[in-house]
C-alpha cells in the first residue's frame, strides 16, 4: 500500500481541528464561505448570481465557480487568503465557542475544578478548563470569600443567555454541589448502592441529606460519613470549612422521619396533621433551642428536608422531675448554710467579749443574790398566769 503524503493544507487543516476541538470539516466549509466573501468584495457581484467554491482538501486549492463554469481569476488565491484572514478566524472562534457549549451541554449538573481568574464587577470569571465561566452574586457562598488564582471545584449550573452571548454559570451555592462532592468521595453513592434521597441547604451555614441504601448490608449513614468522619470531612472542607452537615437515614414513617431532621435535637413528641401537611412538635426547654437552630435555620432546613409544615413547641419540664430537683436543691444548700461560720471566726467574735465582761464584772462584788436573779426571770411568767387566773375566780365569784 502506498505511503499518503499529506500537503501542508492538510496537516494545518487537522492542527486547527484538534487545538480548537472542531470538525475539520466546519474549517473547511469556514474557508468556502471566506473564499466567497473575498470574491464578491473585490469583484462586485450580484447577490443573485449563485456562486460557489470547489476546495480540494488535499492540497487547498481552491476555485470560484458560477453555474458550474470556472470563473476564478489569475493570483486569486493569494488576495483571497489576506482578505479571508480575519473572516475565517471569526468563523472558527465561533465554531469552537460552539462546540465548547455542546460539550458543556451534557455536563450541566455535574461538578468540575477551576480556578479563579478575575472579578467583572459583582461576578466572578472561572476558569474550567476548556473555556471560562461565571459565577454571579446569587451562585456565591456568602460565607466565602474570593481572591484571584484560587482553585475550588464549582457546580456547572446551566449556560444562560447574555448580552454578551451564551454564558456558562457556575456555583458555589447550589445544593447540586454537595451532591456532586458526595458522589466524588463515596464510592458507594458513585455506584449507586446508596442515594442521596433529599438534599436541602443554605449555603455558608448548614446543610442536610437524606441518604437511603438500595443494598442490603450496606450502612447508608456510616457510608456518607466514613471512617473516623474522613468522607464527610472532605465535603466540609470543599465547602469552605464552616458550614456543617447532617446525614439523616430517609425512613418511610413521617414521624421517626421528622424527628431525625431536627437532629441535634433529642426526646421529642410529634404529632401529625395529614391534611394540612404539617407537624407539632414539643421540645424539651433544654432541646428547644438546638431543635430551631440559629435564626431559625434547622428546622426551615428540616422543613425543606420533609416537604412538611413543622410548628416547635417547648413541652417544659414534668411537675416531679422539678420537686426532686428542688429537694437536691435544698440538700446540697444546707451544709453552705450551716458552714458560713468557720471556728476561727467563732474564736474571734467570742474571746473579746468574754474579756471585756470579765474586766466589767472585777470591781463589783457578786453576791448570791445577783446570781440568783437571773434565774428568777423565767419564773415571772407563771406568776402572772397565776394572777390572771386568781382574777378571773374572783369575778366569778363576785
Not at 461538578?111 to 461565571?134: C, E, H, K, S, Y
Not at 454578551?164 to 454559570?169: A, F, H, L
Not at 438534599?199 to 448548614?206: K, M, Q, S, T
Not at 407537624?279 to 432541646?287: G, I, L, R, S, Y
Request: charged fraction near 30%; glycine fraction near 8%; proline fraction near 6%.
Amino acid at each position: 500500500m502506498p505511503a499518503v503524503v499529506r500537503s501542508e493544507f492538510a496537516l494545518a487543516l487537522n492542527q486547527v481541528a484538534t487545538e480548537r476541538g472542531i470538525d475539520p470539516n466546519v474549517v473547511l466549509e469556514t474557508i468556502k464561505a471566506a473564499i466567497l466573501a473575498a470574491y464578491r468584495k473585490d469583484y462586485g457581484t450580484d447577490e443573485l448570481i449563485t456562486l460557489t467554491v470547489d476546495l480540494n482538501p488535499d492540497t487547498g486549492e481552491a476555485r470560484v465557480l458560477q453555474d458550474g463554469k470556472d470563473v476564478t481569476p489569475p493570483g486569486f488565491g493569494r488576495i483571497a487568503a489576506q482578505t479571508a484572514k480575519q473572516v475565517i478566524l471569526q468563523r472558527i472562534r465561533e465554531a469552537e465557542k460552539q462546540a465548547v457549549l455542546s460539550d458543556y451541554q451534557e455536563k450541566i449538573g455535574a461538578i468540575a475544578p477551576g480556578m479563579i481568574l478575575r472579578f467583572d464587577g459583582p461576578n466572578v470569571v472561572v476558569d474550567i478548563g476548556r473555556t471560562q465561566a461565571v459565577m454571579p452574586v446569587s451562585e456565591q457562598n456568602p460565607a466565602e470569600r474570593y481572591h484571584l488564582n484560587q482553585r475550588l471545584t464549582f457546580y456547572i449550573e446551566g449556560i444562560r443567555e447574555t448580552m454578551r452571548g451564551n454564558e456558562i454559570i457556575v456555583s458555589r451555592a447550589h445544593k447540586g454541589l454537595v451532591e456532586g462532592l458526595f458522589k466524588r468521595e463515596v464510592p458507594e453513592v458513585a455506584q449507586g448502592s446508596v442515594e442521596l434521597r433529599i438534599v436541602a441547604r443554605e449555603a455558608g451555614n448548614r446543610t442536610k441529606v437524606a441518604v437511603y441504601s438500595t443494598a442490603p448490608g450496606v450502612d447508608p449513614v456510616g457510608s456518607c460519613v466514613g471512617q473516623k468522619g474522613v468522607r464527610v470531612q472532605a465535603v466540609i472542607t470543599e465547602l469552605g470549612g464552616n458550614e456543617k452537615v447532617d446525614i439523616i437515614q430517609w425512613s418511610d414513617d413521617m414521624k421517626l422521619f421528622i424527628m431525625a431532621a431536627l437532629a441535634p435535637a433529642k426526646d421529642m413528641e410529634v404529632v401529625l396533621n395529614e391534611k394540612k401537611q404539617a407537624a407539632e412538635v414539643a421540645v424539651p426547654d433544654d432541646q428547644l433551642s438546638l431543635a430551631i437552630g440559629r435564626d431559625g435555620g434547622n428546622v426551615r432546613l428540616a422543613a425543606k428536608l420533609t416537604g412538611w409544615k413543622i410548628d416547635i413547641k417547648g413541652k417544659g419540664v414534668p411537675a416531679g422531675v422539678a420537686a426532686a430537683e428542688k429537694t437536691e436543691d435544698a440538700k446540697v444548700e444546707t451544709p453552705k448554710e450551716e458552714a458560713v461560720v468557720t471556728p476561727k471566726e467563732a474564736k474571734e467574735e467570742t474571746a473579746p467579749a468574754a474579756s471585756e465582761e470579765a474586766v466589767a464584772q472585777a470591781p463589783e462584788p457578786v453576791t448570791p443574790e445577783a446570781a440568783a436573779e437571773p434565774q428568777k426571770e423565767p419564773e415571772t411568767k407563771p406568776e402572772e398566769q397565776t394572777e390572771v387566773k386568781d382574777s378571773t375566780d374572783t369575778n366569778t365569784s363576785s
